[in-house]
């Protein structure tokens, strides 16, 4: 299980990957820009989230340097493309709990409304 800043960067990985039919090459500082503004990392936190992203199978990592800076060629394996269907998995499910807690109010609505005119009379 990713927590949320490991889900973020591999949404970022996932997305730069799948641009090029699984496999990428992407600076560090590319990496960083690509996450969302509430979910900064700092340089030191990407190398583990990288390598525990590795060891949990979801891509093949490997690092390299050009001109003093360090890039990743990541190659996405089968976890790595079963990665957006767990993030629409859990887009449905929270769809769901929505729908049944609006199904939940409308009905004890109803409910009250049908006691309330029993009892009133």
Known sequence: MLNKKTKQ???????KAV???G?????Q??????MPYNFQFKKS?????????????????I??????????CITLQKG???FAYQIAKEKRQVRMKI????GGAVLSFIIGTILKAVFTK
Do not use: H, R
């Not at 936190?45 to 990592?61: D, I, N, T, W």
């Open 45 to 61: 936190e990407l190398a583990p989230s990288l390598k525990s992203l590795v060891s949990e199978g979801y891509f093949e990592l």
């Open 63 to 72: 690092t390299t340097e050009k001109k003093g800076e360090e890039y990743y």
């Open 9 to 15: 960067l591999m949404k970022a990985v996932y997305y």
């Open 80 to 82: 790595g493309y079963d």
């Open 19 to 21: 641009e090029k039919d």
């Open 99 to 102: 729908a049944l807690t609006v």
């Open 29 to 34: 500082n590319d990496l960083l820009a690509s």
């Open 23 to 27: 496999t990428c090459l992407i600076s």
